[in-house]
């Protein structure tokens, strides 16, 4: 399993599992750690880390250690530097002059790596100080009694992990000598609720993280990121927004993170993304393609309450954007709460009449 992932690192579901630590670059395998050796280690073109654990589940005693050797190696990574990173994978390489962000650029193949050589190195300084990383537990068949086990990881604070379980299906091909691989993910994947780690005088201590509307549901590091990204531009901006969308919910608003925010109406047959927020706060309200006649009262509503913005229409659609042709943006969005719920029960309405109409 080992050198599966490694060769063919899209065995993996990590796109499914969280977005943003995608496309990833397998750098080694047997990566040497203070408690033991990592089977795999992946990192992204933003310096993300994934941590793999390979096991046959009928074993008992990888049942029973499992979980317990994937925080150990969560931990040894956060012990270490970007340089003493480098060098544990120029040794399970043999290299001894490896350098992790040529590596990563060379695989990825894009013509300009999305970040330079320093930022590369302080994001994977960032994430490895953090604790920040996925934690992947491979397996030949992931048994209830293991899936439990994850859930003695709600109970501790930490490191700024998830934790998933991933199953690979081996099914052999008779006669042929081949064997098919179905990856899948458990029902009952776990990400871990994370807590506050303060060092003092180098002393870790550990907290519960304070309970928020946020923390009432099940994050992704997807998520976390695209909340930190808003956070850092105008701090409160993520507990504020889901506080609205938490508000929204009786107009049956969905919202998920992959690369972006997408917020959706759903209604019957109808899955309106009403709007598709970036990590720089700027909203795109150009994707409800389809119910072009449907959406124009509720784009003219948004129009009328966040001020500087006009109705603009596409082949497919109208949406809103500012005077100047720019995007608008969450916070225009926030500030005007009230209009903007005014605007998504107008469409509500809508798309109810026109679901019980058969139009969807």
Known sequence: ???????????????????????????????????????????????????????????AEARRHVIAQIIDYAQNLQTMTY??????IGKARGEREFNLYAHVSSVIGEPEPPLDEPQFSDAVSRNLRRGRCLLVILGDGITESVESLTEFLQQHAGLHFALVLVQLAVHDLPGTGQQIVIPSIPLRTTNIVR????????????????PTKRAQKATTLSEEEMFAALDRMVPGTSDRLVAFLSACEDLQIRWEVKKTLIIRMIVGEFRVPVFVVSTDGTVD?????????????????????????????????????KTDGR??????????????????????????EADARGEA
């Open 285 to 321: 309200m150009g994707y409800s393609s389809g119910i072009k006649d449907l959406s124009r009262a509720f784009v003219q509503k948004v129009v009328d309450v966040v001020p500087g913005t006009v109705l603009r229409e596409a082949p497919k659609t109208f949406y809103a954007k």
């Open 327 to 352: 995007f608008l943006t969450v916070w225009e969005l926030l500030d005007n709460t009230v209009g903007i719920r005014a605007a998504l029960e107008e469409l509500n309405r809508t798309l109810v």
């Open 83 to 88: 340089e003493g990173l480098e060098t544990a």
């Open 195 to 210: 807590g506050i780690v303060q060092i003092d005088d180098g002393r870790a201590t550990i907290t519960p993280p304070p």
């Open 1 to 59: 399993m080992q050198e599966l992932v490694h060769n063919c690192p899209t065995v993996l579901p990590v796109a499914e599992i969280e977005p943003a630590f995608w496309p990833a670059t397998p750098v080694c395998m047997e990566l040497p750690l203070a408690s033991g050796y990592l089977d795999n280690l992946l990192v992204t073109p933003l310096g993300d880390l994934i941590a793999v654990e390979c096991k046959l589940w009928r074993n």
